[in-house]
């Protein structure tokens, strides 16, 4: 199960476990998107599904859950679902910051909680939630998004520790910036004609020098649920080209 499946990072990640052979739910609300998606990936033996639906919706969640769960066991869920938000504490809207913590905190407490009693039946399983560098390390104007990412790690190590007796691991990837399609608009929106400009600029604020590639963040996902990583659980692994460690200024 992939929230926020049908682009970006969790198109990425979509692709890369359809590749490994695992049989993927792309949950999300873009249908256009995520048709072409399970399109695309029901070929040479790999297996897709796409299911509509909206996370803050706690009962279309549920039931989403149990129709599938009929079907066979959910091993692995991974929360990717998120939306973005530029202001300060003061410069946020009332609605903007509860829109953020709709998708990013609720939504994934609304998939926690129909999947965990699923994986405790089925004898465990794996959940990756992306929460993001900002989860740890500051940057302006970044109060709603900052905030619900912060929740989103803190949720991870709850889990961890509460159904680490069920055979359940969790763990949390926080990427720096990486170039998805949604970078390339909001670069479009905000900064028109300074396009290659502010693409360098944000590049570089990453001591490595670029952006991350979706399929990286995709790849790490991979190994936390595999049974490579069966002694990994309550870790929060920064994907962020020296981000959170080495940027000095």
Known sequence: MITGGASGIGRAICEVFAEAGALVHIVDLEASKGNELSGFLNVDERRAIFQRCDITDQSAVAALFSQIHEAGPINILINNAGIAHVGSASGTAREDFEKVMRVNVHGAYHTLHACL???IEDGGGSIVNIASTVASVAIPDRFAYMTSKGALLSMTYSVAIDYIDSGIRCNAISPGRVHTPFVDGFIARNYPGKEAEMFEKLSMDHPIGRMA???EIADLA????????????GSNHEIDG?????KTK
């Open 117 to 119: 009693p699923y994986m």
């Open 213 to 215: 590639k979706p399929v």
């Open 222 to 233: 991979l190994y936390l649920c595999s049974d490579e990583a069966a002694y990994v659980t």
């Open 242 to 246: 020296g981000f959170t460690k080495l």
